[in-house]
Protein backbone atom coordinates (compact mmCIF):
# COMPACT_ATOMS: atom_id res chain seq x y z
CA UNK A 1 0.00 0.00 0.00
CA UNK A 2 1.46 3.63 -0.68
CA UNK A 3 0.72 6.32 0.76
CA UNK A 4 -0.91 9.37 -0.49
CA UNK A 5 1.73 11.84 1.94
CA UNK A 6 5.29 10.63 0.91
CA UNK A 7 6.61 12.74 3.81
CA UNK A 8 4.69 11.33 6.46
CA UNK A 9 5.51 8.32 5.39
CA UNK A 10 9.18 8.79 5.88
CA UNK A 11 8.50 10.57 8.76
CA UNK A 12 7.04 7.66 10.34
CA UNK A 13 9.45 5.30 9.61
CA UNK A 14 11.90 7.41 11.07
CA UNK A 15 10.03 7.25 14.40
CA UNK A 16 9.65 3.64 13.93
CA UNK A 17 13.58 2.80 13.50
CA UNK A 18 14.10 5.20 16.03
CA UNK A 19 12.05 3.63 18.56
CA UNK A 20 13.40 -0.40 17.92
CA UNK A 21 16.53 1.38 18.57
CA UNK A 22 16.05 2.35 22.20
CA UNK A 23 14.70 -1.15 22.77
CA UNK A 24 17.75 -2.88 21.30
CA UNK A 25 19.76 -0.50 23.25
CA UNK A 26 17.43 -1.34 26.50
CA UNK A 27 17.77 -4.76 26.28
CA UNK A 28 21.78 -4.75 25.45
CA UNK A 29 22.31 -2.85 28.99
CA UNK A 30 19.79 -5.17 30.41
CA UNK A 31 22.02 -8.28 29.30
CA UNK A 32 25.24 -6.60 30.37
CA UNK A 33 24.09 -5.58 33.67
CA UNK A 34 23.25 -9.15 34.39
CA UNK A 35 26.80 -10.41 33.15
CA UNK A 36 28.03 -7.80 35.41
CA UNK A 37 26.04 -7.96 38.65
CA UNK A 38 26.88 -11.05 40.76
CA UNK A 39 23.79 -13.36 41.31
CA UNK A 40 22.37 -12.47 45.31
CA UNK A 41 22.82 -15.04 47.88
CA UNK A 42 20.40 -16.05 49.91
CA UNK A 43 21.74 -16.06 53.78
CA UNK A 44 19.82 -19.33 55.54
CA UNK A 45 20.11 -18.58 59.09
CA UNK A 46 21.33 -21.08 61.20
CA UNK A 47 17.23 -20.14 63.41
CA UNK A 48 15.85 -21.73 60.20
CA UNK A 49 18.05 -25.15 58.84
CA UNK A 50 17.24 -27.87 56.31
CA UNK A 51 15.14 -30.59 57.90
CA UNK A 52 17.36 -33.37 58.70
CA UNK A 53 16.47 -36.58 57.25
CA UNK A 54 16.14 -38.14 60.80
CA UNK A 55 16.89 -36.98 63.94
CA UNK A 56 20.05 -38.95 65.99
CA UNK A 57 17.19 -38.98 69.03
CA UNK A 58 13.28 -38.73 68.65
CA UNK A 59 13.55 -36.56 71.28
CA UNK A 60 16.72 -34.90 73.47
CA UNK A 61 15.84 -32.91 76.89
CA UNK A 62 18.53 -30.58 78.17
CA UNK A 63 18.30 -30.59 82.35
CA UNK A 64 20.21 -26.83 82.52
CA UNK A 65 20.59 -24.31 79.39
CA UNK A 66 23.94 -22.73 80.49
CA UNK A 67 26.82 -22.59 78.22
CA UNK A 68 27.74 -26.22 77.84
CA UNK A 69 24.29 -27.25 76.97
CA UNK A 70 24.17 -24.42 74.58
CA UNK A 71 27.43 -25.72 73.09
CA UNK A 72 25.91 -28.99 72.48
CA UNK A 73 22.04 -28.03 71.94
CA UNK A 74 23.66 -24.98 68.91
CA UNK A 75 25.26 -27.69 66.39
CA UNK A 76 22.95 -30.08 66.67
CA UNK A 77 20.53 -27.96 64.83
CA UNK A 78 22.92 -25.78 62.86
CA UNK A 79 24.54 -28.78 61.74
CA UNK A 80 21.05 -30.41 60.67
CA UNK A 81 21.48 -33.38 63.19
CA UNK A 82 18.40 -32.91 65.19
CA UNK A 83 15.13 -30.79 64.32
CA UNK A 84 14.25 -27.48 66.69
CA UNK A 85 11.03 -29.08 67.72
CA UNK A 86 12.54 -32.16 68.64
CA UNK A 87 14.57 -30.72 71.60
CA UNK A 88 12.97 -29.11 74.94
CA UNK A 89 14.62 -27.81 77.21
CA UNK A 90 14.09 -26.96 81.07
CA UNK A 91 16.30 -24.19 83.66
CA UNK A 92 15.13 -23.03 86.85
CA UNK A 93 15.74 -19.54 85.66
CA UNK A 94 12.48 -18.04 83.15
CA UNK A 95 15.31 -16.08 81.86
CA UNK A 96 17.46 -18.73 80.68
CA UNK A 97 14.70 -20.67 79.18
CA UNK A 98 13.74 -17.13 77.12
CA UNK A 99 17.54 -16.66 76.19
CA UNK A 100 17.03 -20.60 74.80
CA UNK A 101 13.74 -19.40 72.88
CA UNK A 102 15.33 -16.04 71.58
CA UNK A 103 18.44 -17.92 70.13
CA UNK A 104 16.95 -21.15 69.16
CA UNK A 105 13.09 -20.83 67.58
CA UNK A 106 11.32 -23.99 67.19
CA UNK A 107 13.09 -25.72 70.51
CA UNK A 108 10.72 -26.09 73.40
CA UNK A 109 10.82 -24.86 76.69
CA UNK A 110 9.48 -26.88 80.20
CA UNK A 111 8.17 -25.70 83.09
CA UNK A 112 9.07 -28.48 85.57
CA UNK A 113 11.57 -31.79 84.90
CA UNK A 114 8.94 -34.18 84.62
CA UNK A 115 7.50 -32.10 81.73
CA UNK A 116 10.71 -32.19 79.91
CA UNK A 117 11.90 -35.48 79.74
CA UNK A 118 8.83 -36.83 78.96
CA UNK A 119 9.05 -39.22 75.90
CA UNK A 120 12.49 -38.20 75.78
CA UNK A 121 15.52 -40.62 74.98
CA UNK A 122 18.40 -38.63 75.70
CA UNK A 123 18.73 -36.71 78.57
CA UNK A 124 21.21 -35.04 79.38
CA UNK A 125 22.45 -33.41 82.59
CA UNK A 126 24.25 -29.73 82.24
CA UNK A 127 23.97 -28.49 85.71
CA UNK A 128 26.32 -27.65 87.92
CA UNK A 129 27.54 -30.83 90.35
CA UNK A 130 25.71 -28.82 93.71
CA UNK A 131 22.41 -29.44 91.95
CA UNK A 132 22.64 -33.14 90.61
CA UNK A 133 20.86 -34.84 93.43
CA UNK A 134 18.03 -32.16 93.26
CA UNK A 135 17.75 -33.33 89.77
CA UNK A 136 17.85 -37.11 90.52
CA UNK A 137 15.48 -36.38 93.23
CA UNK A 138 12.68 -34.77 90.21
CA UNK A 139 13.01 -37.99 87.90
CA UNK A 140 13.31 -40.40 91.05
CA UNK A 141 9.38 -38.76 92.15
CA UNK A 142 8.06 -38.82 88.11
CA UNK A 143 9.19 -42.36 87.69
CA UNK A 144 7.36 -43.19 91.61
CA UNK A 145 4.43 -41.28 89.96
CA UNK A 146 4.09 -43.17 86.88
CA UNK A 147 2.40 -42.41 83.94
CA UNK A 148 5.51 -43.83 81.85
CA UNK A 149 7.15 -40.19 81.85
CA UNK A 150 10.50 -41.55 81.82
CA UNK A 151 11.37 -44.06 78.72
CA UNK A 152 12.27 -47.38 79.49
CA UNK A 153 15.25 -46.92 76.56
CA UNK A 154 16.06 -43.84 77.98
CA UNK A 155 19.68 -42.51 78.09
CA UNK A 156 20.80 -40.15 80.58
CA UNK A 157 24.22 -37.99 79.05
CA UNK A 158 25.78 -36.54 81.70
CA UNK A 159 28.52 -33.33 80.87
CA UNK A 160 28.59 -32.46 85.03
CA UNK A 161 32.29 -32.60 86.37
CA UNK A 162 33.18 -35.09 89.20
CA UNK A 163 30.42 -37.13 89.09
CA UNK A 164 30.69 -40.76 88.46
CA UNK A 165 28.56 -43.39 86.77
CA UNK A 166 27.19 -45.13 89.91
CA UNK A 167 26.24 -42.10 91.18
CA UNK A 168 24.24 -40.99 88.10
CA UNK A 169 22.43 -44.06 87.68
CA UNK A 170 21.66 -44.99 91.68
CA UNK A 171 20.48 -41.34 91.92
CA UNK A 172 18.31 -40.83 89.21
CA UNK A 173 17.09 -44.69 88.65
CA UNK A 174 17.75 -44.53 85.03
CA UNK A 175 19.83 -47.32 83.91
CA UNK A 176 21.76 -46.59 80.52
CA UNK A 177 24.44 -43.95 81.60
CA UNK A 178 26.78 -41.93 79.81
CA UNK A 179 29.63 -39.87 80.93
CA UNK A 180 31.10 -37.26 79.52
CA UNK A 181 34.00 -34.80 80.09
CA UNK A 182 33.77 -31.58 77.66
CA UNK A 183 35.48 -28.22 77.71
CA UNK A 184 34.91 -24.76 76.94
CA UNK A 185 36.11 -24.84 73.46
CA UNK A 186 33.23 -26.64 72.84
CA UNK A 187 31.59 -23.34 72.96
CA UNK A 188 33.27 -22.50 68.89
CA UNK A 189 33.41 -26.41 68.10
CA UNK A 190 36.26 -26.90 69.13
CA UNK A 191 36.58 -28.95 71.91
CA UNK A 192 37.53 -32.21 72.97
CA UNK A 193 35.52 -34.71 75.09
CA UNK A 194 36.45 -37.91 77.13
CA UNK A 195 33.60 -39.89 77.59
CA UNK A 196 32.16 -43.68 78.80
CA UNK A 197 28.97 -45.15 79.31
CA UNK A 198 27.23 -48.41 81.30
CA UNK A 199 27.82 -51.61 79.46
CA UNK A 200 24.38 -51.68 78.79
CA UNK A 201 24.66 -48.95 75.84
CA UNK A 202 24.92 -51.07 72.53
CA UNK A 203 27.11 -50.52 69.88
CA UNK A 204 24.21 -48.46 67.93
CA UNK A 205 23.28 -45.66 70.73
CA UNK A 206 27.21 -44.99 71.31
CA UNK A 207 27.37 -44.50 67.76
CA UNK A 208 24.42 -41.83 68.30
CA UNK A 209 26.22 -40.68 71.30
CA UNK A 210 29.04 -40.05 69.59
CA UNK A 211 27.30 -38.27 66.90
CA UNK A 212 26.48 -35.75 69.58
CA UNK A 213 29.57 -35.11 71.23
CA UNK A 214 31.40 -35.16 67.72
CA UNK A 215 29.25 -32.24 66.43
CA UNK A 216 31.12 -29.70 69.39
CA UNK A 217 34.78 -30.89 68.62
CA UNK A 218 36.97 -34.24 68.90
CA UNK A 219 35.69 -37.04 71.07
CA UNK A 220 37.60 -40.02 73.11
CA UNK A 221 36.07 -43.01 74.23
CA UNK A 222 37.19 -44.96 77.37
CA UNK A 223 36.06 -48.27 78.52
CA UNK A 224 37.68 -47.43 82.09
CA UNK A 225 35.80 -44.56 83.60
CA UNK A 226 38.51 -43.70 85.94
CA UNK A 227 40.32 -41.62 83.14
CA UNK A 228 37.38 -39.36 82.55
CA UNK A 229 38.59 -37.97 86.38
CA UNK A 230 41.82 -37.88 84.89
CA UNK A 231 40.99 -35.71 81.59
CA UNK A 232 39.15 -33.62 83.87
CA UNK A 233 42.56 -32.47 85.30
CA UNK A 234 43.78 -31.98 81.65
CA UNK A 235 41.45 -31.14 79.05
CA UNK A 236 38.32 -30.33 81.21
CA UNK A 237 40.16 -27.99 83.24
CA UNK A 238 43.25 -27.25 81.05
CA UNK A 239 41.80 -24.01 79.04
CA UNK A 240 42.33 -22.22 82.37
CA UNK A 241 45.82 -23.23 82.44
CA UNK A 242 46.53 -21.62 79.12
CA UNK A 243 44.36 -18.87 80.04
CA UNK A 244 46.74 -18.17 82.73
CA UNK A 245 49.77 -18.71 80.73
CA UNK A 246 48.10 -16.21 78.13
CA UNK A 247 47.50 -13.32 80.64
CA UNK A 248 50.74 -13.65 81.80
CA UNK A 249 52.43 -13.74 78.79
CA UNK A 250 50.11 -10.30 77.68
CA UNK A 251 51.16 -8.44 81.11
CA UNK A 252 54.64 -8.95 80.32
CA UNK A 253 54.26 -8.01 76.86
CA UNK A 254 52.39 -4.71 77.81
CA UNK A 255 55.10 -4.54 80.65
CA UNK A 256 57.76 -4.19 78.07
CA UNK A 257 56.19 -1.59 75.99
CA UNK A 258 53.72 -2.76 73.80
CA UNK A 259 49.64 -1.69 73.54
CA UNK A 260 47.62 -4.67 74.81
CA UNK A 261 46.06 -5.20 71.70
CA UNK A 262 49.59 -5.42 69.90
CA UNK A 263 51.03 -7.90 72.84
CA UNK A 264 47.44 -10.16 72.86
CA UNK A 265 47.95 -10.78 69.03
CA UNK A 266 51.30 -11.86 69.47
CA UNK A 267 50.18 -14.28 72.37
CA UNK A 268 47.33 -15.47 70.99
CA UNK A 269 48.75 -16.35 67.61
CA UNK A 270 51.63 -17.83 69.37
CA UNK A 271 49.86 -20.43 71.66
CA UNK A 272 47.50 -21.01 68.46
CA UNK A 273 50.37 -21.61 66.22
CA UNK A 274 52.82 -23.37 68.26
CA UNK A 275 49.45 -25.82 68.94
CA UNK A 276 49.41 -26.03 65.27
CA UNK A 277 52.92 -26.98 64.55
CA UNK A 278 53.21 -29.60 67.21
CA UNK A 279 50.27 -31.27 65.79
CA UNK A 280 51.24 -31.09 62.20
CA UNK A 281 54.77 -32.14 62.98
CA UNK A 282 54.01 -34.78 65.37
CA UNK A 283 57.19 -34.26 66.98
CA UNK A 284 58.05 -34.94 70.75
CA UNK A 285 57.39 -31.40 72.45
CA UNK A 286 61.26 -31.35 73.79
CA UNK A 287 62.40 -32.10 70.18
CA UNK A 288 60.32 -28.95 69.50
CA UNK A 289 61.76 -26.61 72.32
CA UNK A 290 64.95 -27.71 71.71
CA UNK A 291 64.46 -26.92 68.09
CA UNK A 292 63.34 -23.34 69.26
CA UNK A 293 66.34 -23.06 71.68
CA UNK A 294 70.04 -22.03 70.80
CA UNK A 295 73.12 -21.69 73.04
CA UNK A 296 73.36 -19.75 74.93
CA UNK A 297 70.91 -17.29 72.84
CA UNK A 298 67.68 -15.62 74.28
CA UNK A 299 65.13 -18.57 74.24
CA UNK A 300 68.07 -20.67 76.31
CA UNK A 301 67.93 -17.79 79.10
CA UNK A 302 63.97 -17.77 79.30
CA UNK A 303 63.91 -21.37 79.81
CA UNK A 304 66.55 -21.46 82.64
CA UNK A 305 64.31 -19.05 84.42
CA UNK A 306 61.18 -21.37 84.07
CA UNK A 307 62.98 -24.64 84.92
CA UNK A 308 64.81 -22.46 87.91
CA UNK A 309 60.92 -21.26 89.39
CA UNK A 310 60.38 -25.17 88.91
CA UNK A 311 57.89 -24.70 86.06
CA UNK A 312 57.25 -28.51 85.08
CA UNK A 313 56.61 -29.21 88.85
CA UNK A 314 54.34 -26.67 89.36
CA UNK A 315 51.67 -28.10 86.05
CA UNK A 316 52.22 -31.17 87.14
CA UNK A 317 50.95 -30.82 90.95
CA UNK A 318 48.38 -28.30 89.41
CA UNK A 319 46.80 -31.25 87.35
CA UNK A 320 47.19 -33.77 90.20
CA UNK A 321 45.21 -31.24 92.41
CA UNK A 322 42.65 -30.93 89.83
CA UNK A 323 42.40 -34.71 89.26
CA UNK A 324 42.19 -35.41 93.41
CA UNK A 325 39.01 -33.01 93.75
CA UNK A 326 37.84 -34.36 90.97
CA UNK A 327 37.80 -37.60 93.15
CA UNK A 328 36.89 -35.80 96.25
CA UNK A 329 33.89 -34.02 93.83
CA UNK A 330 32.22 -37.79 93.20
CA UNK A 331 32.49 -38.67 96.56
CA UNK A 332 35.70 -40.90 96.05
CA UNK A 333 39.31 -41.12 97.64
CA UNK A 334 41.50 -38.62 96.78
CA UNK A 335 44.62 -40.22 98.04
CA UNK A 336 46.78 -40.63 94.64
CA UNK A 337 49.56 -39.43 92.98
CA UNK A 338 52.73 -38.02 94.77
CA UNK A 339 52.91 -37.04 98.72
CA UNK A 340 49.65 -39.44 99.07
CA UNK A 341 49.69 -42.61 101.30
CA UNK A 342 48.84 -45.89 100.22
CA UNK A 343 46.05 -46.49 102.46
CA UNK A 344 42.95 -45.88 100.19
CA UNK A 345 42.64 -45.84 95.98
CA UNK A 346 39.85 -43.90 94.44
CA UNK A 347 36.53 -45.81 95.62
CA UNK A 348 33.36 -44.92 94.48
CA UNK A 349 30.87 -44.47 97.04
CA UNK A 350 29.10 -47.92 97.88
CA UNK A 351 31.32 -49.56 95.43
CA UNK A 352 34.66 -51.56 94.79
CA UNK A 353 38.02 -49.96 94.03
CA UNK A 354 38.64 -49.40 90.84
CA UNK A 355 42.35 -48.13 90.37
CA UNK A 356 45.10 -48.35 92.78
CA UNK A 357 47.16 -45.47 93.78
CA UNK A 358 49.80 -43.55 91.72
CA UNK A 359 53.09 -42.75 93.49
CA UNK A 360 52.66 -44.24 96.88
CA UNK A 361 55.11 -42.21 99.34
CA UNK A 362 54.26 -40.19 102.52
CA UNK A 363 51.23 -39.48 104.31
CA UNK A 364 48.91 -36.63 102.82
CA UNK A 365 50.30 -32.72 102.80
CA UNK A 366 50.38 -29.38 100.80
CA UNK A 367 47.09 -28.10 100.12
CA UNK A 368 45.48 -31.03 102.31
CA UNK A 369 47.05 -28.83 105.36
CA UNK A 370 48.38 -32.59 106.76
CA UNK A 371 51.87 -32.85 108.47
CA UNK A 372 54.36 -35.65 106.81
CA UNK A 373 57.88 -36.94 108.06
CA UNK A 374 59.22 -33.58 106.01
CA UNK A 375 57.19 -31.38 108.15
CA UNK A 376 54.18 -28.60 106.86
CA UNK A 377 56.10 -28.03 103.60
CA UNK A 378 54.02 -27.22 100.54
CA UNK A 379 54.51 -29.12 97.22
Known sequence: HQSADPTRTTRDLYHHVTMVKHLLSSFSRCLLSRRLVPPRRVNYSSSAPATPASNIFSKITFIGSGKMSQAMLSPLITQNLQTPSSITAYDVSDAALAKVEELY????????????????????????????????????????????????DAILLSVVAGIPIRNLSDGSSVRRVARSMPNTPAQIGAGVTVWSCTENVDANDRKRIKTVLDSFGTTVFVDDESFIDMSTSISGSGPAYIFLLMEAMVDAGVHMGFSRET????????????????????????????????????????????????????????????????????????QVGPNRATMMPPTPVGGESVMGSHHPVEPPMGEMGVQSSLGNKHL
Open 105 to 152: PGVRTAKSIPEAICDSNLIVYGVKPQNVEKVHAEIRRAKSEGGNVVRD
Open 263 to 334: ATTLVHHTLLGSTKFAMETGEHPAVLRNSVTSPAGTTASAIYELENGKFRTVIKDAIWACYRRSLEMGGQSS
